[in-house]
């Protein structure tokens, strides 16, 4: 059986599944595009092509097994898009959620089944309908369990809210030891500059205790300082709004010192060296074109 257990978003990354891009549906139609990037990029011509999809992919998997991760891959689904793994199931110290997500991507759940299949049953914990959630939304951090959502009128607004009010609500009951700090993100079903289509497409913790913040991504401002006073204005790394466009706060840490990035984003891999931090460059900027990074393409099992 597998062996699950997630504390944190950056202890020693020891087991994984990572998404593929195999038969990945190619350009869809846009009414099956379920956020506004990957729209901009259908009407402009320049949705990703697969060949580039499964080259980045590979890509990371390389830097993975070469930190002696043992990385597990989806069952191939023929034209699903199952690169984001990270949304469709996420572990919470020793038990395995699988959330409601959005309808149109339910067919992903299938590609892990024979992974999931070989965790205990007593550790796999089920979401009632009421409560949707994508694992994006979902980061546990010590003792805290940081969650984006949307409070109703948003979430019955915009096709991009993925987590709601119910969710935050569930895993406050199925985590009573987890002290659970919620945020609320801004959406835009038009406009991938004021869409924080996940919690971690605006904010990421890296290290021991520092994080990336997109001020922009949070409809509250009280949240931003919240997490400015928790972290300390010195060990943020602030990001504007075209970096959060270009998803700098979704790079993803195998260690707490060694944090995997796209080799574009140039000032932020050289602030993390500043600090001390071992940066993992890969191209994977076909990939961000569906408004998805390095985060959104794992589902870590396993961190000591």
Sequence with gaps: MLNIDIKNETGRLKSVILGIADSFGGTPDPEWA???????????GTFPKEADLKAEMEGFAEVLKKHDVEVYRPQNIENCNQIFSRD?????????????????RTRELEGIDCIVDQIVPDSLIEVPEIARMEGGDVMPWNEFLFIGYSEEEDFNRYEVS??????????????PGREVKAFELNK????????????????????????????????KVEDYHFL????????????DREE???MCSNVFSISPSIVVSERNFTRLNNELRDRGFTVEEIQYSECAKMEGLLRCSTLPLLRL
């Design 34 to 44: 379920y956020d506004p990037k990957s729209k901009e990029h259908i009407f402009n």
């Design 88 to 104: 469709i199931g996420f572990v919470i110290d020793n038990k395995f959620v699988r959330p409601n997500i959005l309808e149109k």
């Design 162 to 175: 993925r987590t709601n009010k119910a969710a935050v609500d569930f895993l406050k009951e199925a985590f």
């Design 188 to 219: 835009s079903d038009t406009d991938p500059k004021e869409n924080a289509l996940h919690l971690d497409c605006c904010f990421q913790p890296v290290g021991d205790h520092q994080a990336i913040v997109y001020k922009g991504g949070f409809k």
């Design 228 to 239: 400015m006073d928790y972290f300390g204005s010195d060990n943020v790394i602030e990001i």
């Design 244 to 246: 959060m466009y270009n």
